[in-house]
């Protein structure tokens, strides 16, 4: 059974810093992996989408970087600006069984002015 | 394109109630997922359709719990009879393809049972 965690569960940095958040996922044999944004109270908002046979996507001060052979996905965020301060999901979809997304429990991010 | 829309964006309602959740996903998308959100238990697939078809419905928690996706522009989540623990966040997503592309996600609807 896909299991993905997130680590740190939370995490303060001041304004400019460039930062590293973790996901890991037990089960290698994956279609994608999806970076998401959640700000208090809305909905989820699609940052970035690394497909199985790509290394990394990149959006402007967003890079995020995919190792299946590890289990492991990492979001880099440069040059940190209280705008970014939201929880960020990763969430993966398994080539076993039907498709459907496992998400990890989230890392709070604050960026401090 | 205006998203995915869902109604209401809140709900209250007493324990016994039937409630109604509805959701429109983006035009031209084929996949529907309804998920459920909780401190408690994170973010969880209720159920996911392709092509107005039910794939899977595995997480969806017991007998109370139903969806619907009568077209390609409507489906709605029922929950009947409603329960104090069903209070969570409920959020419908869609995507093009056979469920493994990007998934966008609508607002939510905030539901609280007492």
């Known amino acids: 059974k896909q299991e993905v965690t997130q680590i740190p569960a939370a995490l303060s940095v001041p304004e400019g810093e460039n930062l590293v958040l973790n996901c890991s996922f037990t089960d290698s044999a994956i279609y994608n992996l999806q970076w998401f944004r959640q700000d208090p109270g809305k909905g989820l908002t699609s940052l970035l989408l690394?497909?199985?046979?790509?290394r990394e996507q990149t959006s402007g001060r967003l890079n995020a970087s995919l190792d299946k052979s590890s289990g492991r996905s990492t979001l880099y965020i440069a040059a940190s600006q209280p705008g970014d301060s939201a929880t960020y999901l990763c969430a993966v979809i398994t080539t076993s069984g039907t498709y459907k997304y496992i998400f990890g429990t989230g890392t709070r991010l604050k960026v401090l002015a | 394109d205006a998203g995915v829309i869902q109604s209401p964006r809140h709900e209250v309602t007493e324990m016994g109630q039937e409630v109604t959740l509805r959701c429109k996903p983006i035009?031209?998308?084929?996949?529907l997922f309804w998920y459920r959100q909780t401190m408690m238990r994170g973010l969880e697939l209720l159920i996911y359709f392709n092509n107005n078809v039910p794939i899977d419905d595995s997480g969806m928690p017991e007998d109370r719990f139903s969806a619907k996706m009568p077209n390609a522009s409507f489906s709605t989540l029922k929950i009947q009879p409603s329960e104090p623990r069903d209070s969570a966040v409920y959020f419908c997503?869609?995507?093009f393809g056979t469920g493994v592309g990007e998934q966008y996600f609508g607002p939510g609807t905030r539901l609280t049972v007492t």
């Open positions: 997503a869609s995507s």
């Open positions: 035009s031209g998308h084929n996949s």
């Open positions: 690394i497909q199985s046979s790509q």
